[in-house]
């Protein structure tokens, strides 16, 4: 029997005080510049985010205000003879009056004063370098563009608006879920639980198809739905094919199956169970989380994507959000608060989605490595 | 690759030289019935468009006239496009540049998050956030973000006395300007880093400590080898990604033509694009397309070779 003995202590107290005063201070500075970084490279994720909601509430004036300002400002408006009208602080004869501007031409603003609002008087906006008239500002979230920008969309007059493409793109994402779910399961199943001859070849070949870019295939499948089946224009050719498997969600599936004890299985064939049985009755009912995964991840491509929209769909009022905020941005790109309140718009589902699912993003990712 | 190695494949001999008994030939027909819809869809969605393409690319073929057999025409022409050469250029400024400087900055915020921070949930949601913000809107966004006049990037430049460039109208600078939005959605690069750094064993860390390791020395001798079949498969990713991108640039240019300004942005995809559907020069488009699958190829393959040196698998 041996027992191990520390070695005694050389260093005097005063020199182990001395290294954790120094080890304090480093520590101090590393978790200073690591709390600074975090920070500062959090504002450059936080602050686009928040210059677009906040565009979005912004006046039509107040967007191209130079030096831009953080929170959208307003005009202060005052009812005078049923009308809301703006108010100025106007340099008088008789010293500073707040006044309501009816009109303002060419410089020349015609004022009253809200309690007597039969008087009118003229002044000058500006006289040489010194302004006589300045409107009255307030900090005023201008939540009309939300329904301004819906209803407007960018062709109006032909049945084209936000809300059309909203309701397309909901269509879309809809159909596009229920055929990846209903396509993508047996096919997941096959690879994961049944053995037959052939089956991993099978398997390579249909991991191959990830490295094949959409350019190569996007043409003959344009021609053939468009010139071949007539379907051009129609949602068909963007819902269609998610009825027919893809390589990213029978991985996925096929990785979770895999999951699924074999003993459960194995159990239930012994008991005379088919295999659609077993698919049916014990592994998709064991599935509901993979199922959300894939689920969450299929809304998010049909919400996303641009380039399948922007081949088959021609009229407005087929766009989906992301064609039509693109085709609003290209015809009127002046608008920015309009723009940025159809942005918050499209993006708002994905946000919600988002923190009713926060693990199923998270695992979803890591499993298949983005989408993308 | 990487998929490969998960999947626990094996090789096994092709079914005609296996005699097939009662129960594998039972199962066959019942495998086969579950793969329907793959098989159809691979038949119509990726093996007949492949044969397709492969044809238009030797032959002019306009959708409305008969398809014309040209030879190696149509690729003879792509070595003279001008277009050519410049889009290849600008796709290949963001696969080189881009790719590696949003892996950087995607590693350096994943450390950042893995940090015990107060408040860490909270700093991961905020990374992550404006990754699934849908392309067209956040390409929208920086257009506003990115505008020379009232936009916030130049103005907060501004007040660190940097005179902000013209992001949008400046040839040289609209490419930097598209990876800083790329930079900005890179949350799910940052979420795989993330959960490898979560799966670095702690007793190596501890270890290196012991032995005297400074923070820097452990991130560069334990952590980054550690991490590195992640960094491999996010590069392959990227790559891929930078090779076919679109709806950015298709998106930047605004109310302007294809590749505003002065071509800067007209990438590899947007010129086919361009070719295929804008001036229905199907055949040329088809012939792009080919090139570029040859070209994903032998980049995968050659990052694969090359990354065998750098790459360590633990186990």
């Known amino acids: ?372 | 690759m990487e998929e490969l190695r998960m999947s626990g494949w094996k090789w096994t001999w092709p079914p005609k030289f296996q005699k097939w008994g009662a129960r594998e030939r039972r199962n066959f027909k019942v495998g086969m019935f579950f793969l329907l819809p793959w098989t159809i869809g691979f038949l119509v969605f990726t093996l007949y468009p492949m044969a397709a393409s492969f044809v238009y690319s030797f032959s002019i073929y306009h959708p409305k006239a008969p398809l014309e057999w040209v030879g190696i025409q149509n690729y003879a022409n792509l070595i003279k496009d001008k277009l050519f050469w410049q889009s290849l250029y600008n796709t290949l400024y963001m696969v080189v540049i881009g790719v590696p400087l949003t892996l950087l900055a995607s590693f350096i915020c994943a450390v950042l998050l893995n940090l015990k921070v107060r408040g860490q949930s909270i700093y991961r949601v905020i990374y992550f956030l404006p990754s699934i913000v849908p392309t067209v809107a956040s390409t929208i966004l920086w257009l506003w973000i990115l505008n020379p006049q009232t936009g916030i990037l130049n103005t907060l430049l501004g007040y660190i006395g940097i005179q902000g460039p013209n992001w949008m109208s400046n040839p040289t600078w609209s490419k930097p300007g598209l990876i800083l939005l790329g930079m900005w959605g890179m949350g799910g690069t940052i979420v795989i880093y993330l959960s490898g750094l979560q799966d670095v064993p702690v007793t190596l860390l501890e270890a290196a400590e012991l032995d005297g390791a400074s923070w820097w020395q452990r991130l560069w001798h334990v952590t980054v080898p550690m991490v590195s079949p992640i960094t491999l498969f996010n590069l392959i990713t990227g790559v891929i990604a930078q090779f076919q991108y679109f709806a950015q640039a298709y998106v930047f240019r605004g109310s302007h033509g294809l590749g505003f300004p002065l071509n800067s942005t007209l990438f590899y995809s947007v010129y086919l694009y361009q070719n295929g559907f804008l001036w229905l020069k199907m055949g040329y488009a088809s012939a792009m397309a080919w090139v570029l699958f040859i070209i994903i190829l032998i980049c995968t393959i050659l990052l694969l070779k090359v990354s065998e040196r750098f790459t360590y698998y633990a186990g």
């Open chain 1, 1 to 372: 029997m041996t027992t191990y003995q520390f070695p005694s202590p050389t260093k005097t107290d005063e020199e182990t005080r001395r290294r954790l005063r120094a080890r304090k201070i480093r520590d101090f500075f590393q978790s200073l510049f690591s709390h600074t970084a975090i920070n500062f490279i959090g504002l450059f994720f936080l602050i686009p985010f928040l210059w677009m909601v906040l565009t979005a509430f912004k006046s039509s004036q107040d967007v191209f205000h130079t030096p831009p300002r953080w929170l959208p400002y307003d005009n202060v408006r005052v009812e005078v003879n049923g009308e809301q009208l703006p108010l100025y602080n106007v340099q008088t004869e008789e010293g500073a009056k707040q006044l309501v501007a009816v009109k303002i031409v060419e410089g020349v603003g015609t004022f009253v004063d809200p309690a007597n609002p039969s008087q009118q008087m003229d002044y000058e906006i500006q006289q040489g370098a010194t302004k006589i008239a300045e409107p009255v500002m307030h900090v005023y979230f201008n939540w009309r563009n939300f329904p301004d920008a819906m209803e407007r969309g960018s062709r109006p007059g032909i049945g084209a608006s936000f809300w059309v493409y909203f309701k397309n793109s909901l269509i879309i994402a809809f159909f596009a879920i229920v055929g990846t779910l209903i396509s993508n399961t047996p096919v997941a199943y096959a690879f994961a639980r049944i053995k037959f001859p052939g089956r991993d070849v099978l398997f390579v070949i249909i991991l191959a198809t990830m490295m094949l870019p959409y350019q190569v295939t996007m043409i003959p499948i344009y021609l053939f739905f468009n010139d071949l089946l007539g379907w051009g224009n129609s949602f068909l050719p963007l819902i269609i094919p998610t009825f027919f498997a893809n390589a990213y969600d029978v991985f996925l599936l096929r990785q979770f199956f895999r999951t699924i004890p074999e003993e459960m299985c194995d159990a239930a064939r012994v008991d005379g169970a088919s295999e659609w049985q077993i698919f049916t009755r014990i592994i998709l009912p064991l599935s509901v989380p993979v199922l959300a995964t894939v689920t969450v991840f299929t809304f998010l491509w049909a919400w996303n994507d641009f380039t399948g929209p922007l081949l088959f769909l021609t009229s407005p009022k087929n766009f989906t959000m992301a064609l039509g905020l693109q085709d609003f941005q290209s015809q009127r790109s002046m608008i920015w608060n309009q723009l940025m309140a159809a942005s918050v718009v499209f993006t708002v589902p994905i946000v919600i989605a988002f923190f009713f699912a926060q693990k199923t993003f998270i695992q979803g990712i890591k499993l298949t490595g983005s989408k993308e």
